[in-house]
């Protein structure tokens, strides 16, 4: 036996128009200082014989007021967080930071530019040099890097084991 589903309720779409920062800002307030007086305009709110009963405490303060006044902030032109300018400054300049008008790069950046030819990857924390054969002339032959790869691969669990131990 197939059951239908309930029809959904009718739906009204209301346009919506912009408006400007000052009066996004005024509205807010207003919420904000309501919400402070009135439990029932707290999202997290709940319901007892007496009425809405504000759950916020100083322990656990409300997550979505808290958010809301740093939207207020916002609208009111407080720069809150990091800059987002920076931000972007950094990722385009790469690994290299201004500091005191010097550039410093990020070390191992320096150090895959000074030897390419050596590939680091991260072992439980510990970078293990890892030579890569070049390809083309004076390339090494498949079996090579096959034995070359577990004496590698032994190595490294002999290291881990004697890592162990200790």
């Known amino acids: 036996m197939t059951t239908i589903p309930a029809p ?3 739906t ?3 346009t919506s128009k912009p408006i400007p920062q000052s009066t996004a800002h005024d509205f807010l307030a207003a919420y904000l200082d309501r919400a402070n007086t009135d439990p029932a305009l707290q999202p997290n709110a709940g319901i007892s014989e ?3 009963v504000s759950r916020t405490t100083a322990a656990a303060p409300n997550l979505m007021l808290h958010n809301l006044k740093r ?3 916002g609208l009111a032109g407080e720069v809150l967080g990091r800059d987002l300018a920076l931000a ?3 990722a385009e300049g790469g690994a290299a930071q201004t ?3 010097a550039e410093w790069e990020d070390a191992k950046e320096f150090e895959v530019k000074e030897q390419p030819d050596v590939v680091q990857y991260e072992d ?3 970078g293990v040099p890892m030579e890569v054969d070049g390809d083309g002339e004076g390339g090494v032959d498949k079996e090579e890097r096959k ?3 577990k004496e590698r691969r032994l190595a490294e669990k002999k290291a881990k084991m004697n890592k162990n131990k200790d």
Request: aromatic fraction near 0%.
């Open 8 to 10: 959904l309720p009718p």
């Open 12 to 14: 009204t779409i209301l």
């Open 50 to 52: 007496h009425g809405p």
């Open 71 to 73: 939207v207020q902030a």
């Open 88 to 90: 972007n400054l950094s």
């Open 99 to 101: 500091n005191g008008g």
């Open 124 to 126: 439980e924390g510990e």
């Open 147 to 149: 034995r070359k790869k």
